[in-house]
């Protein structure tokens, strides 16, 4: 059973950058494909950020996409995720995700594992 934790939510200004952290344990971290999702209040959780097993693959949800980046560290079973230029509209509390599949993935259903949500709030 896989077990992941993230990390390094806060509350930032609009226009500051943030990581946010996920470690994993329990599991062979290197052969699950990973993604970042979020849950802003009042809205269903969308998914914002994927990335294979090996990292060869990645995708950005448009929202995103030039300002956020995913990234991982199979050594140190962790999985990263980089905000740059935070706006408003990007509170929300932020979950890992993983599946034991090939590729990357960006629906729910495919979705095996969840962490517990680190909150990100943007001051304007």
């Known amino acids: 059973q896989v077990q992941l934790k993230e990390s390094g939510g806060g509350t930032v200004q609009a226009g500051e950058s943030l990581r946010l952290s996920c470690v994993a344990s329990g599991g062979a971290f290197s052969r699950l494909a990973m993604s970042w999702f979020r849950q802003a209040p009042g809205k269903e959780r969308e998914w914002i950020a994927a990335i294979s097993s090996d990292a060869g693959q990645k995708g950005h949800a448009a929202s995103v996409k030039g300002r956020f980046t995913i990234s991982r560290d199979n050594a140190k079973s962790t999985l990263f995720l980089q905000m740059n230029s935070v706006k408003p509209e990007d509170t929300a509390l932020y979950y890992c995700?993983?599946?034991?599949?090939?590729?990357?993935?960006?629906?729910?259903?495919?979705?095996?594992?969840w962490g517990q949500g680190t909150q990100v709030t943007v001051a304007s």
């Open positions: 995700a993983a599946a034991q599949i090939s590729g990357v993935f960006t629906l729910e259903r495919f979705v095996e594992f």
